[in-house]
């Protein structure tokens, strides 16, 4: 039986096979065989002519980036006035410690001396400084305004970006 069941399947596998086969499929490969010998004449549009490339010149180079943050008004910024005083004293001779950014010293210890508090800053090269109340540290004209136990207090002059200048207060702390 199970011979029978079999050869019944794979008889109607090959009718079936047979049925699917295309009675014009000899006149669809005389066809195809005569495009291969003479393909003919294919019409194809003309290519348009390349385009001229002409360079424009960027003329707002020296504009803000619009990338960048707007600076603020000259009302919002202390020290823009009309009759803003503060400019840095560039005819003042400069400090040892203002050849330095204020990120590149290191408040090492204060201490106090018949009352008066000074500052022990040492440089980038290891040497320490000892510094007083309206002494000058860091590139941005700093003023030691105030010293503490564990910190000196700094007024430094910046630029504000529109020609004019600017106080800023900062701080240099000892390290834990």
Not at 17 to 34: M, Q, Y
Not at 119 to 132: D, F, I, M, T, Y
Not at 138 to 163: C, K, M, N, Y
Request: hydrophobic share 35%; aromatic share 4%.
């Amino acid at each position: 039986m199970k011979h029978w069941l079999t050869r019944v399947a794979l008889l109607a596998l090959l009718l079936a096979l047979g049925a699917c086969r295309d009675a014009n499929l000899p006149a669809l490969e005389r066809e195809l065989e005569a495009m291969r010998v003479d393909p003919g004449e294919v019409d194809l549009e003309p290519v348009p002519p390349m385009p001229t490339y002409t360079s424009v010149d960027y003329q707002f180079a020296d504009e803000r980036s619009p990338f960048q943050a707007r600076p603020p008004e000259p009302e919002e910024l202390p020290g823009m006035g009309a009759d803003s005083n503060v400019a840095p004293d560039e005819s003042r001779p400069k400090d040892p410690l203002e050849a330095y950014d204020l990120s590149q010293l290191e408040l090492v210890g204060t201490l106090t001396v018949g009352g008066q508090p000074s500052a022990l800053v040492q440089s980038p090269e290891g040497q320490v400084h000892r510094l007083r109340t309206g002494d000058h540290m860091g590139s941005d004209f700093g003023r030691i305004i105030g010293i503490t136990e564990s910190s000196v207090q700094l007024v430094e002059i910046v630029p504000t970006g529109r020609g004019g200048w600017t106080e800023r207060s900062t701080r240099l702390t000892l390290k834990d």
